[in-house]
């Protein structure tokens, strides 16, 4: 049972975070701040909203119990994409700092979908 609970507040930590990340994508242009640091990553405009409806669509994955391995294993790999961008920026925080976020999603797939038998 608190095994259940603890998968369950992380998927809607991560849900949280997908759908955030993905309207931060869409209203980018509202914050020159973040279009620099895409910028600086070697993340193109145009590029910015397809990230955005991957980041959303990875969100409606994790929801599904039938797609949540995906929709983990799609967050992971894009946060793995996301650092290696950092790395070949030379941006070593930026690294960093996404490594929790990393272990997120791969904690979730060790501990399964909440209350799914």
Do not use: C
């Not at 994955?61 to 946060?79: D, E, M, R, Y």
């Amino acid at each position: 049972m608190i095994k259940d609970l603890i998968s369950l507040a992380l998927l809607l930590v991560s849900v949280g975070l997908s759908f955030k990340h993905g309207w931060d994508a869409f209203t980018s242009q509202n914050n020159p701040q973040a279009l620099y640091m895409m910028r600086e990553l070697g993340i193109g405009e145009l590029l910015v909203p397809i990230l955005g409806s991957w980041s959303v669509i990875t969100g409606m994955l994790l929801l599904l119990p039938k797609t949540f391995l995906w929709g983990n294993v799609l967050n992971a790999l894009s946060i793995i994409v996301l650092m290696a961008l950092a790395i070949r920026a030379g941006k070593l925080t930026i690294v960093w700092l996404e490594i929790p976020f990393l272990v997120l999603p791969l904690l979730l797939i060790w501990l399964k979908y909440p209350f799914h038998q």
